[in-house]
Structure formats: C-alpha cells, structure tokens
C-alpha cells in the first residue's frame, strides 16, 4: 500500500507534471483575447500528448472519468465571448472518432465557467516558481555526488582487481605445451 503525501508533496507532483502545460495553454488563452497583443490572434491551438498527460490533466482539475484515454482522444478547451464582453471557458472530452465530445464541468464551477473563475481554481496547479521547486538540496545533491563517485571508483577498482588476479594467474601457470614427442620428459 502506498504512504500518503503530503500536501506539499503532491502539489510538487502536480504542477511539475501538468502545471507548465497548464499555463502554456492559459498563456496562449490570455494572447488570444487580449486585442493589445502584438502577435496574430490565434483561432485554434492543438497540443500532441500520451494518454497519460491527458490523465494527469485531467486528474490535476478533478474531472478525470478513469477510464484511461484511448488513441487520439483529445481534451478541448473552448473560450466564449459573451455578450457582456466577459469570457467564458467549456471543457470537453472526446474519446471516441464515432461519438461527439462531452461536457467536461470543472468543480466549483458552472458549464460555461467565467474565465477568470478558470484560472483562480486552477492557479494552484501552476508552480510559482517550477525551478525552485524541481531543485535538490545542495545537501542532497553533495551527498548522491559522492556516492556516485565512491560506487565509481569501487567498481573500476574491482575491475582493476579481477584483471591483476586474471593476469597473474596467466603469467605464473602459462606452461608450454610440447609440440613434438622430442621435447616431452
């Protein structure tokens, strides 16, 4: 049986798997909006992903269905302009080529989820700073370096022996093999 993690512990988890998916795709949401962007306002963005960042996607925003994603599902994110200027975001879900997709509804949210609610629910699962989470203890990595070194140096060391023993025993029961019956005793 799995230990529980901690909290902190699984946050790490989730916004080092899925948290700089997450914000590439509010990035890319936010420049297509935002009439003040200098670059081209994007229509349609496609990501390529395994069935298994699909799942962590998923799982991370609470609406994963566990049933693993079978080839070429895909994970829709559609942005509505309303009539009061406001965006809103729905999430669909296509799994299968002969069926349409279907609702995706985040927790604490409605079908047509105000996009600014979109991103205050999910901000948890971006890193604040992905470097500094990712990082070891300078500790830690002091530590897996000079073990790394110490098993180097044991295994050339042992190889080192294995071949003097090898060489040794060579040289001190190397006989000649007569080659003629004139040179046998």
Request: glycine share 4%.
């Amino acid at each position: 049986m799995e230990k529980r993690k901690s909290g902190t512990e699984t946050r790490v988890r989730i916004t080092s798997k899925i948290g700089i998916l997450l914000n590439q795709i509010l990035q890319n949401i936010n420049q297509a909006i935002n009439e003040s962007t200098p670059t081209p306002h994007l229509k349609l963005i496609m990501y390529s992903a395994h069935d298994i960042t699909i799942v962590s996607l998923q799982r991370a925003m609470n609406v994963y269905g566990s049933i693993i994603p079978p080839y070429a599902s895909c994970h829709i994110f559609e942005v509505y302009q309303e009539d009061d200027e406001s965006f809103t975001l729905d999430m669909y879900f296509r799994n299968r080529s002969d069926s349409e997709a279907y609702l995706l509804t985040l927790p604490s949210c409605t079908k047509h989820c105000p996009l600014q609610d979109f991103i205050r629910i999910t901000r948890d699962l971006i890193s604040d700073n992905r470097d500094e989470e990712c990082k070891l203890s300078s500790g830690s990595v002091r530590k897996e370096v000079i073990l790394g070194v110490a098993l180097s140096v044991g295994i050339v060391l042992f190889l080192l022996l294995i071949f003097l023993c090898c060489w040794w025993n060579h040289k001190t029961h190397h006989h000649r093999v007569p080659s003629s019956s004139d040179e046998m005793p």
